[in-house]
T-cell receptor
Framework: RKEVEQDPGPFNVPEGATVAFNCTYS??????FFWYRQDCRKEPKLLMS???SGNEDGRFTAQLNRASQYISLLIRDSKLSDSATYLC????????????????FGKGTLLTVNP | DTGVSQNPRHKITKRGQNVTFRCDPI?????LYWYRQTLGQGPEFLTY????????KSRLLSDRFSAERPKGSFSTLEIQRTEQGDSAMYLC???????????FGDGTRLSIL
C-alpha cells in the first residue's frame, strides 16, 4: 500500500462548482498534514495545513480524520485560477528518529476549472 | 526575495557528466530538504539536513548522489556520472522546525541527453 494515496483524477469542473479531493495515508504515526498546490512546471506551494478540528480558509475547507487516516479538501465556488494539481502531503518522522521529519507526497490530483 | 532560491533553473547535460545544484534556504530556517519529482508523480524525499548535519538519506539516493551543507546555510546536491533516469525536477525546501510546513524553491530541471 502506498504511504499517501489520492484520487487519481483528473477533475474537470465548471466555474462555480464545488469539488472535493480525498486522500488516505498508511502511517498512523504521521504527525502533521498539508495540502499543497502545484501549477504546471512550478514548485509546490503550501495551500493549507490540516487540523483534526477541520479548518477553513475562504473557499477552501480541509478535514482530517485520524481514526480513518483520511484527509480531504473541499473547494467551493471554484475559479479558473484554482486549476492546478493538488498534492496531499503527510509529515512523518524520519528513520533517524528524534524530531526529524520528512514530507511524503501523494501523486497529486489535477483540477481543471472550465469557463 | 526571501524565499528559497535554487540554481540553475535548468541544466542540460550529456550522460556520464557530473552536475551540481545549489540551494539557498530561507535565512532563518535550519532545516533543508532535497526532493526529486518526475512527470506525473509527487515529489519524492531524497535527503535532509538540520544545520550542517545530514540526518537522513532516502534509498533513492544512490552512491552517485552526494549532498552537503557545509556551514549550515546553502546546500549543494551533486550527481556523478549522470544517467538518463536522473532526468527530473530537483526541488529544495526549508523549514524552521520539523513539524512546520516546508517552503520550496523553484527547482532545478535536469535533462540528460
Amino acid at each position: 500500500r502506498k504511504e499517501v494515496e489520492q484520487d487519481p483524477g483528473p477533475f474537470n469542473v465548471p466555474e462555480g462548482a464545488t469539488v472535493a479531493f480525498n486522500c488516505t495515508y498508511s502511517n498512523s504515526a504521521s504527525q502533521s498534514f498539508f495540502w499543497y498546490r502545484q501549477d504546471c512546471r512550478k514548485e509546490p506551494k503550501l495551500l493549507m495545513s490540516v487540523y483534526s478540528s477541520g479548518n477553513e480558509d475562504g473557499r477552501f475547507t480541509a478535514q482530517l480524520n485520524r481514526a480513518s487516516q483520511y484527509i480531504s479538501l473541499l473547494i467551493r465556488d471554484s475559479k479558473l485560477s484554482d486549476s492546478a494539481t493538488y498534492l496531499c502531503v503527510v509529515n512523518m518522522l524520519g528513520n533517524s528518529g528524534g524530531s526529524n521529519y520528512k514530507l511524503t507526497f501523494g501523486k497529486g490530483t489535477l483540477l481543471t476549472v472550465n469557463p | 526575495d526571501t524565499g528559497v532560491s535554487q540554481n540553475p533553473r535548468h541544466k542540460i547535460t550529456k550522460r556520464g557528466q557530473n552536475v551540481t545544484f545549489r540551494c539557498d534556504p530561507i535565512s532563518e530556517h535550519n532545516r533543508l530538504y532535497w526532493y526529486r519529482q518526475t512527470l506525473g508523480q509527487g515529489p519524492e524525499f531524497l535527503t535532509y539536513f538540520q544545520n550542517e548535519a545530514q540526518l537522513e538519506k532516502s534509498r533513492l539516493l544512490s552512491d552517485r548522489f552526494s549532498a552537503e551543507r557545509p556551514k549550515g546555510s546553502f546546500s549543494t546536491l551533486e550527481i556523478q556520472r549522470t544517467e538518463q533516469g536522473d532526468s527530473a525536477m530537483y526541488l529544495c525546501a526549508s523549514s524552521s522546525s520539523g513539524n512546520q510546513p516546508q517552503h520550496f524553491g523553484d527547482g532545478t530541471r535536469l535533462s540528460i541527453l
